[in-house]
């Protein structure tokens, strides 16, 4: 079965970068495009950005442009989202998403379980 | 990019139908029919309830459809069932020169 399971809470100091990880199981990891969405407390969905596991192209919500990394192993079918810069107001839970269609409709039908990721001094 | 239009908050009795809606421009929901929609208990992650405007996903209740007129997409739930009561919120595709999404703000749904 499909599973996408995340990485560890984190505690981060303003200004500091944080690196969310999601492996992938149960499927062809090069095969779907890889997005990042995330929530802060109490607060809606937000769309940060997409990986394609095959060839590593990336796309980027034009707010994170300059903050955001996105990369990928695919010897270990491991995604990963970094964020550099922090600032208190990025505090908010980290989801990885598949896309489940070919090429790219964002229709995630896979979610992680999320990484939730607090920035304070 | 601006987060599209949601009511924050719907009601309705069980047994009863409601519409949530999303409102956005002609450079995304106008544009493109790639809208879906997700369903979100708290302390969840989001689960996909319709793709593609009106695609339901193996699994996801027929009580559950999707449409979409203008720059205006529905989530339409029929036969309300507790168990519904969740946050939902829409996503669109929103590139013109590059590959980029967005969500609405989210709408609350109270089952009475």
């Given at each position: 079965?499909?599973?996408?399971?995340?990485?560890?809470?984190?505690?981060?100091?303003?200004?500091?970068?944080?690196?969310?990880?999601?492996?992938?199981?149960g499927?062809t990891?090069?095969?779907?495009?890889?997005?990042?969405?995330?929530?802060?407390?109490?607060?809606?969905l937000e769309?940060?950005?997409?990986?394609?596991?095959?060839?590593?192209?990336?796309?980027?919500?034009?707010?994170?442009?300059?903050?955001?990394?996105?990369?990928?192993?695919?010897?270990?079918?491991?995604?990963?989202?970094e964020?550099?810069?922090?600032?208190?107001?990025?505090t908010a839970?980290?989801y990885?998403?598949?896309?489940?269609s070919?090429?790219?409709?964002?229709?995630?039908?896979?979610w992680?379980?999320?990484?939730?990721?607090?920035?304070s001094? | 990019?601006?987060?599209?239009?949601?009511?924050?908050?719907?009601?309705?009795?069980?047994?009863?139908?409601?519409t949530?809606?999303c409102?956005g421009t002609?450079?995304d929901?106008?544009s493109?029919?790639?809208?879906?929609?997700?369903?979100?208990h708290?302390?969840?992650?989001?689960?996909?309830?319709i793709?593609?405007?009106?695609?339901?996903?193996?699994?996801?209740?027929?009580?559950?459809?999707?449409?979409?007129?203008?720059?205006?997409?529905?989530?339409?739930?029929?036969?309300l069932?507790?168990?519904?009561?969740?946050d939902?919120y829409?996503?669109?595709?929103?590139?013109?020169?590059?590959?980029?999404g967005?969500?609405?703000g989210?709408?609350k749904?109270?089952?009475?």
């Open positions: 079965q499909v599973q996408l399971v995340q990485s560890g809470a984190e505690v981060k100091k303003p200004g500091a970068s944080v690196k969310v990880s999601c492996k992938a199981s499927y990891f090069t095969g779907y495009y890889m997005h990042w969405v995330r929530q802060a407390p109490g607060q809606g769309w940060m950005g997409r990986i394609n596991p095959n060839s590593g192209g990336t796309n980027y919500a034009q707010k994170f442009q300059g903050r955001v990394t996105m990369t990928r192993d695919t010897s270990i079918s491991t995604a990963y989202m964020l550099s810069r922090l600032r208190s107001d990025d839970v980290y990885c998403a598949r896309d489940q070919y090429g790219g409709s964002l229709s995630f039908d896979y992680g379980q999320g990484t939730l990721v607090t920035v001094s | 990019q601006s987060a599209l239009t949601q009511p924050a908050s719907v009601s309705g009795s069980p047994g009863q139908s409601i949530i809606s409102t002609s450079s929901v106008g493109y029919n790639l809208v879906s929609w997700y369903q979100q708290p302390g969840k992650a989001p689960k996909l309830m793709y593609e405007v009106s695609k339901r996903p193996s699994g996801v209740s027929n009580r559950f459809s999707g449409s979409k007129s203008g720059n205006t997409a529905s989530l339409t739930i029929s036969g069932q507790a168990e519904d009561e969740a939902y829409c996503c669109s595709y929103a590139g013109s020169s590059t590959f980029e967005v969500f609405g989210g709408t749904l109270t089952v009475l």
